[in-house]
């Protein structure tokens, strides 16, 4: 009895050396930056922000003949009726696009439910 209640007054007592000794570590940093490095993270968000406005993201189902877009066109609309969906024309060829979504990863969930109905469907990036 007498070596647990010895070995319990031991532990205690290098518990709260232990403890004293942790808390009497302090350090104090002073930093100084250049007023440079403050005006290139302003002009780094102002770049992001204007990036992040003009950028978005499509699911392209089609890009070629007129014939065929405006047929995949109809059928989209009829498998898919609440969608957003985009028939248009760059030079040579015309494409079939769906939705416009700001978040990555939305249009990638969207994408996943396009593919099943049209596997070569993909995700573009788009910028205004």
Do not use: C, H
């Amino acid at each position: 009895m007498n070596n647990i209640l010895s070995g319990i007054v031991f532990t205690l007592i290098f518990s709260f050396i232990g403890v004293y000794k942790l808390n009497a570590q302090e350090a104090y940093i002073n930093i100084q930056q250049d007023s440079t490095i403050t005006k290139l993270m302003r002009a780094k968000i102002e770049i992001d922000t204007e990036n992040y406005a003009s950028k978005f993201y499509t699911i392209q189902l089609f890009y070629g003949d007129n014939k065929s877009a405006k047929e995949l066109y109809k059928n989209f609309k009829e498998t898919f009726s609440n969608w957003e969906v985009n028939l248009s024309f760059e030079t040579p060829n015309y494409k079939v696009q769906v939705g416009r979504y700001k978040d990555y990863y939305f249009g990638l969930n969207k994408l996943n439910e396009v593919k099943r109905v049209y596997p070569a469907a993909f995700l573009l990036e788009i910028k205004d």
